[in-house]
């Protein structure tokens, strides 16, 4: 219980596993979670594969990847298991058929043996007349010789529940309060297909009180479902039916005092156009993010921000902030601008919060999966990474922007962009290097002040502006035109190796024609 003595909410993210974690699911994901943590709850992972064709292994093991990367855990899962597993719904298949097999017993459910040809005929017949599509009804009422011979025909038949013909059915919506539907526009929906299979609204229903969810917090796309799942679970608690199908299948039992969850209907994520967020729009799956090395708690404040405000002012917060403060009495209903500028400030914005360590840290993962270095850190190559913190702070946005500035510093041998060396390493070149080579060879101590004094004085002596006398160097040590600074930058290498460097590059100096 909780202080205000409501019972502590348990909530779920189900996401099919196709394709990858996107930032919409993701946001469905943060907010039941927030929800979840800030009042002692549980947060469900449930995983809703029922559709063989598309649901993958791999796709599964990217989502849970990519929440793990987001901090968001959970309770009970897959992985993890918990008090009413199995939570994913490949492995509940029996429980479906069970309680759908309870539904025709009752009455509450019917057999329908038309072929997917005889639906689409009906479905173009309703939009010659003008009607709105769905199914008529037409096997509502069939007679047991009637089965039987459509049985003999080979046909294998769907189970349709049937719907109210008419009167409205209300819920109230915690983001977007009163809501109804009529039934005369809700035709009877089929819950187990031909195969046997359990469609979306059977397995998500019987799941949902079968895991004693309190609130289902998911997107608006699934405004519309949430009729005929309110339907089944009043059919499923109707004389127990659940419970006894439960026994039956050998599943848990449902939690103490668990009856018919509340609905969130979160606003859509659009892109700059206001259109529902596509690829696009740019990136859109949350590994993509990692990659270009936006951090963790800066994806989890923006996405909080995609359609939830604190106060209308205040936008930064940490996580553990968010589930504190997180409600969903304060989410909008207007579609929510996913804007990537934004996210881009925010996490150039935390970079510069971060300690040299910590920006190291952060950065060693990205540096270690890069092709230059493919592997781990040795302990000098840290020392670099360490090093380089702090002269790239101000100069990157995402962690994945410090690669071009100091990749190189992680090969043995310099590798030369050729246009950098046809850019710099002509005209006076050869003169600077030469300059250079001695200037740094005497330069005591080696600090980044020190040699910044030296090449200023090279720069001097032969009456060239900085740039000439810095950008020579500069390809000559690390093959490009870009580094972080270079006084700093050379500091943080081996003398021997820089003046080496500046020494050999002079043999690339295009001589004038
Ligand atoms: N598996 C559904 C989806 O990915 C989840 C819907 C729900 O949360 O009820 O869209």
């Not at 099919?16 to 002692?40: D, E, F, I, K």
């Not at 800066?298 to 405000?309: D, E, I, Q």
């Not at 000098?380 to 990157?396: K, V």
Request: net charge negative; hydrophobic share 40%; glycine share 10%.
């Amino acid at each position: 219980m909780t202080a205000t003595g409501d019972v502590p909410p348990r909530v779920r993210f189900a996401p099919a596993p196709s394709g990858w974690l996107h930032v919409g699911g993701a946001r469905t994901a943060l907010y039941n979670w927030l929800w979840a943590r800030g009042r002692g709850g549980a947060f469900v992972l449930r995983i809703e594969d029922t559709d063989a064709e598309r649901a993958t292994e791999e796709s599964m093991h990217g989502m849970l990847e990519a929440l793990r990367f987001l901090g968001l855990d959970w309770d009970e899962g897959p992985d993890r298991g918990g008090p009413y597993g199995p939570y994913r719904q490949s492995e509940r298949t029996v429980l479906y058929r069970g309680v759908a097999a309870a539904l025709l017993e009752a009455g509450l459910a019917y057999d329908a043996y038309e072929t997917p040809e005889e639906l689409e005929a009906q479905r173009r017949e309703q939009q010659a007349k003008g009607l709105p599509p769905g199914y008529a009804g037409g096997h509502r009422n069939l007679t047991q010789e009637q089965r039987e011979a459509f049985l003999a025909e080979g046909r294998r038949p769907v189970i349709r529940v049937r719907t109210p013909d008419e009167g409205t059915i209300g819920f109230h919506d915690a983001i977007r309060g009163p809501v109804e539907f009529d039934w005369k526009d809700i035709p009877d929906f089929v819950i187990q297909r031909a195969d046997g299979s359990p469609t979306y609204y059977l397995a998500a229903t019987t799941d949902d009180l079968a895991m004693g969810m309190t609130l289902i917090a998911r997107g608006e796309d699934l405004l519309s479902a949430t009729p005929r799942q309110l339907l089944l679970y009043e059919l499923l608690l109707r004389d127990g039916l659940l419970d006894r199908v439960l026994a039956e299948t050998g599943f848990p039992q449902r939690p103490e005092g668990a009856s018919v969850p509340g609905f969130a209907h979160l606003p859509l994520l659009v892109g700059e156009d206001r259109k529902p967020l596509s690829k696009r729009h740019g990136s859109v799956a949350i590994d993509e993010f990692r990659r270009q090395g936006y951090l963790p708690e800066v994806l989890v404040n923006f996405l909080a921000l995609c359609g939830w405000s604190y106060d209308g002012t205040r936008e930064k917060f940490t996580p553990e902030e968010l589930t504190q403060v997180f409600s969903f009495e304060r989410v909008g209903r207007n579609p929510a601008y996913f804007d990537t500028d934004k996210l881009r400030a925010m996490n150039g914005d935390r970079i510069k919060e971060l300690s040299d360590d910590e920006l190291a840290e952060r950065l060693q993962p990205y540096v270690a999966e890069s092709e230059v270095v493919g592997g781990s850190l040795t302990p000098e190559q840290q020392r670099l990474l360490r090093g380089f913190a702090p002269l790239l702070r101000e100069r990157i946005q995402t962690l994945a922007e410090a690669l071009p500035l100091i990749e190189w510093a992680f090969r043995d041998e310099v590798v030369f962009d050729e246009r950098a060396v046809a850019k710099h390493l002509k005209g006076r070149a050869g003169e600077v290097l030469e300059a250079a080579a001695a200037a740094l060879a005497a330069v005591e101590p080696w600090t980044g002040e020190a040699i910044m004094a030296a090449l200023d004085g090279v720069a001097e002596k032969l009456g060239v502006g900085r740039g000439k006398a810095f950008q020579p160097v500069r390809v000559a040590v690390t093959g490009g035109a870009v580094s972080p600074p270079l006084p700093e930058t050379l500091a943080l290498l081996d003398r021997d190796v820089v003046v080496s460097r500046v020494t050999a590059a002079r043999a690339r100096v295009a001589s004038p024609a």
